[in-house]
């Protein structure tokens, strides 16, 4: 009896000692000092497990453990939500919240996730849904615990392990391991690895990688891109299924024939009344790309972009047939539908994959796979440059990408094959802005203007969008984003030009500015540059961690003929500014064209490119001297009389 009396107060006691141990990990006491500097939360530990039991069949489970320190960290990083479609199937899921002290505050079962359509406002129809919970924090810190699992038929997207997600984020501990059941082989790319404590474990029929304890990462301005410098592990077989199709390749050749094939499947066929449309549209016009013109021209005034994302949707266009019959479709079937009209009217062209966004991200040249989330067309022109054309747009200018989708690897899928090629880069002196203005000072220190403003490239595709704004928009938008530092600015008229040929955008507005100077009995004194300041200083950092990199650069040229007030005289001019360095140049001048006009002209380059972390500190230098000349005021005199 006494033995069994001990031998239950062990047990108790290891009961015991084992719940206490998992509430000392979860609680936000037991986070590394170090984890916690800069830190909005902390991933404590996540896994994942992903088993390829066939070529068809495919397991994914994952467990999230994360420390919400405050609000910010809650709104950024709270995430408990698993998609599904009639391709995946979820098996288990769960969440539970613990407070500070690592004790359960509430749970959340399958049967209590919140299920919905994942249609967007912009989606005709997508056959994917989402559950997920909702949880509003009484305190901080508190910590989610959040696992899942779900089975799916799709083994042509085998998840990636992104072990730091983004900025201000501490990782205790992440693992990814692949478990492979098939004589299928596979290949993975590591990527950024080198500078992190990350560990590799081959097993017989896989492997493991897992990382620890990550400090934050603080974001720096002009930084490169952070998935350039934290590590990503991707992952692909060579024979796999996507939605039920089967696929197979060794290399960007074979994948991209596969998927023309895949996708091709009688997409781009047209019917005869279609045909004979397109080729009436082209009649008497020979040139390659005159006729591209047209068709393109003729798909944006038919067609508007509306996301279709149904079974394979998310991978292969709707029929040419049906988006000319409708008027609509996602990057997927617009660009399948211009490339069918291409192709009746004898202009070659090639459905595109890229990577789309405002950073340039490519699709990996060294390694083949589903990559890539938006469509584009290729149109190659022997002898010449590609042409591309970005098919869900109905205002872009023939052959313009804009920032969206320059400078980055892109899969061109052939008859022949996948061909890696690179989108048009817009660097330095192609975005250019030319300011040029007529502007009067006034005895009371008010100014009226009439400025003219030309934009090419990507200063161009920052703007010509507002074409289509009402009167009171484009108002607020001058007021607000473009001269927001001029106080009681009016602006009494704004006329807009959109050269789609040329691919320029001008704006003419007359506008007046109340109190733009400060005037006394004797002085006037006022701000040579009232129209394009760039006066932005980018912040100092005493220990930078991060690269410089200035992505694009542009060139800014301005001229203003600046009218005098009466009994007001300029008796000294500034002397003329030229500062050149590695990141650019920064030139202006003030010249008297007679007694009462002067006249002001400024050019200012930044060009593009990446540089080592400790130049961080002379490019802020470079940039404090364009804004303080920027900022730059001159006084007028009173005239003797």
Wanted: glycine share 6%.
């Amino acid at each position: 009896m006494k033995k069994i009396l001990i031998l239950v107060i062990a047990i108790v006691l290891c009961f015991f000692h084992k719940t206490y141990s998992q509430e000392i990990q979860l609680s936000a006491l037991t986070i590394p000092k170090e984890l916690r500097e800069n830190a909005n939360a902390v991933i404590r530990d996540f896994s994942m497990e992903v088993t390829i039991e066939s070529v068809n069949k495919m397991k994914v489970k994952r467990k999230k453990v994360i420390t919400f320190l405050n609000r910010i960290g809650h709104r950024q990083y709270f995430n408990a939500q698993i998609g599904y479609s009639p391709d995946i199937k979820v098996n288990k899921l769960s969440a539970k919240i613990y407070n500070a002290m690592g004790e359960e505050v509430k749970k959340f079962s399958k049967g209590k996730f919140i299920d919905v359509s994942a249609v967007s406002d912009g989606s005709l129809y997508d056959d994917t849904r989402i559950k997920y919970i909702e949880y509003t924090p009484t305190a901080y810190p508190y910590t989610l615990v959040f696992e899942s699992e779900y089975t799916t038929s799709t083994t042509g997207f085998i998840p990636r392990w992104i072990p730091i997600r983004n900025y201000f984020l501490g990782v205790e501990r992440s693992s990814y391991r692949i478990i492979n059941q098939t004589s299928n082989k596979i290949r993975i790319k590591e990527k950024q690895f080198k500078d992190f404590n990350i560990s590799k474990t081959s097993l017989e029929n896989g492997f493991i990688y897992e990382l620890k304890k990550a400090k934050p990462i603080k974001y720096e301005q002009k930084s490169i891109a952070f998935t350039e410098f934290t590590p990503e592990l991707i992952v692909a077989i060579n024979t796999f299924s996507l939605k039920g199709v089967m696929g197979s390749a060794t290399d960007w050749k074979s994948f991209g024939l596969w998927r023309y094939n895949y996708l091709k499947n009688g997409k781009d066929e047209v019917s005869d009344e279609i045909k004979n449309r397109a080729l009436k549209l082209v009649k008497g016009v020979e040139d390659p790309i005159e006729k591209a013109k047209i068709i393109y021209k003729y798909v944006q005034d038919k067609t508007r972009y509306i996301s279709v994302q149904e079974g394979v949707g998310g991978w292969k266009p709707i029929a040419a047939n049906r988006v000319d019959a409708v008027g609509y479709g996602d990057c997927k079937g617009l660009t399948n539908y211009t490339k069918a009209l291409l192709d009746v009217v004898g202009v070659k062209s090639h459905y595109s994959v890229i990577w789309a966004g405002g950073l340039p991200k490519d699709v990996e040249e060294d390694f083949f796979s589903m990559q890539g989330n938006h469509v584009i067309l290729n149109i190659p022109i022997e002898g010449k440059e590609d042409v591309w054309l970005e098919c869900t747009s109905q205002i872009a200018p023939f052959g313009f990408l804009g920032d969206f989708t320059d400078d980055r690897n892109v899969l061109v899928i052939t008859p022949e094959g996948g061909i890696i090629k690179r989108t048009p880069s817009y660097y330095d002196e192609k975005n250019l802005q030319k300011t040029n203005a007529t502007i009067s000072l006034l005895a009371n220190g008010d100014i009226e203007a009439k400025v003219t403003r030309l934009k090419e490239g990507i200063q161009y595709d920052d703007i010509y969008p507002i074409e289509s704004m009402s009167k009171d928009d484009l108002d607020k938008y001058f007021k607000t984003r473009v001269w927001d530092y001029n106080n009681n600015l009016e602006i009494q008229s704004i006329e807009l030009k959109n050269d789609k040929e040329a691919v320029r955008f001008t704006d003419v507005s007359e506008v007046k500015i109340e109190g733009y100077a400060s005037v006394n009995e004797n002085e006037y004194i006022f701000r040579l540059n009232a129209f394009n300041m760039f006066n932005s200083v980018p912040k100092r950092y005493r220990n930078r961690k991060l690269p410089l990199k200035i992505y694009r650069g542009f060139k800014d040229v301005d001229t203003y003929e600046i009218k005098l007030p009466k009994d007001f005289s300029a008796t000294l001019l500034p002397q003329n500014i030229d500062v050149s360095s590695k990141f650019g140049s920064y030139k202006m001048s003030l010249e008297r064209k007679d007694e009462k006009t002067l006249i002001y002209k400024k050019e200012l380059i930044l060009k593009h490119g990446e540089y080592p972390k400790e130049e961080y500190k002379t490019y802020r230098k470079f940039m404090r001297k364009i804004a303080r000349y920027e900022n730059m005021k001159i006084a007028l005199t009173k005239s003797k009389t």
